[in-house]
């Protein structure tokens, strides 16, 4: 078993900015890739970003040059920098760790960006 605990979400005002930590305890081993992905009412969970094994990236086109996913392999953390944030980016943020052949999740964090 993989555990994903998340944290850094909270209130920000539009055009601030937040970072998302997901700490991996368990069976960590052999994960293949860990991302963001973020859900809001009514609507179905869309992918934010991805950071494969090797480093590789992944954006989607609405974060793409505002957020960066980055890791920290000493401890076991990926981060979302969230920068010039916009109340399209309230939303519940989830972390996932994918290793073959499953899909991890975490509690999810909520962000909120209102004035």
């Known amino acids: 078993q993989v555990q994903l605990v998340e944290s850094g979400g909270g209130l920000v005002q539009p055009g601030g900015s937040l970072r998302l930590s997901c700490a991996a305890s368990?069976?960590?081993?052999?994960?293949?890739?860990m991302g963001w992905y973020r859900q809001v009412p009514g609507k179905e969970r869309e992918f934010v970003a991805a950071?494969?094994?090797?480093?590789?990236?992944r954006y989607a086109g609405s974060v793409k040059g505002r957020f960066t996913i980055s890791r920290d392999n000493s401890k076991n953390t990926v981060y979302l920098q969230m920068n010039t944030l916009n109340v399209e980016d309230t939303a519940v943020y989830f972390c996932?760790?994918?290793?073959?052949?499953?899909?991890?999740w975490g509690q999810g964090t909520q962000v909120t960006v209102s004035s």
């Open positions: 950071i494969g094994s090797g480093g590789t990236t």
């Open positions: 996932n760790a994918y290793r073959t052949p499953n899909n991890y």
């Open positions: 368990g069976s960590i081993f052999s994960i293949n890739a």
